[in-house]
């Protein structure tokens, strides 16, 4: 038994969808596909430290946020094969490139605050 989800087609869902193609439009040449790539690694790296070092001072809840980014970056792993049937490279890669930047960040900060 499937469930399919039918979204109405509103201006909004347009509008994102157009947004969208364009970006992928406009990564098609290498260097921009990279440095979007880059773009992308960066931003998690420093909201995957930032996570870390504002929970660390505050000294409340570490073990949640431990859970939640641990949840977060399952939901992430858990959307790579929808990504790969969809055959849609661009967003499997950013998504990629997310995670890892965000995981590199909240573990490069927990060996910093081990020494």
């Known amino acids: 038994m499937s469930i ?6 509103t201006r909004l869902r347009q509008v994102t969808g157009e947004t ?9 040449h290498p260097w921009r596909y990279l440095s979007l790539l880059a773009v992308v690694f960066t931003v998690a790296f420093f909201l995957g430290n930032s996570v870390t070092t504002v929970s660390g001072a505050l000294n409340l809840l570490d073990p949640m946020v431990a859970v939640i980014i641990m949840a977060l970056t399952e939901v992430l792993v858990r959307q790579r094969p929808r990504l ?6 661009l967003w499997l890669h950013l ?8 995981l590199y960040g909240v573990i490069l900060d927990g060996f910093r605050l081990m020494t």
């Open 95 to 102: 998504v990629d490139t997310f995670r890892v930047g965000f």
């Open 4 to 9: 399919t989800v039918v979204m109405q087609r």
């Open 84 to 89: 790969q049937r969809q055959g849609n490279r």
């Open 20 to 28: 969208l193609h364009g970006l992928a439009l406009w990564a098609a």
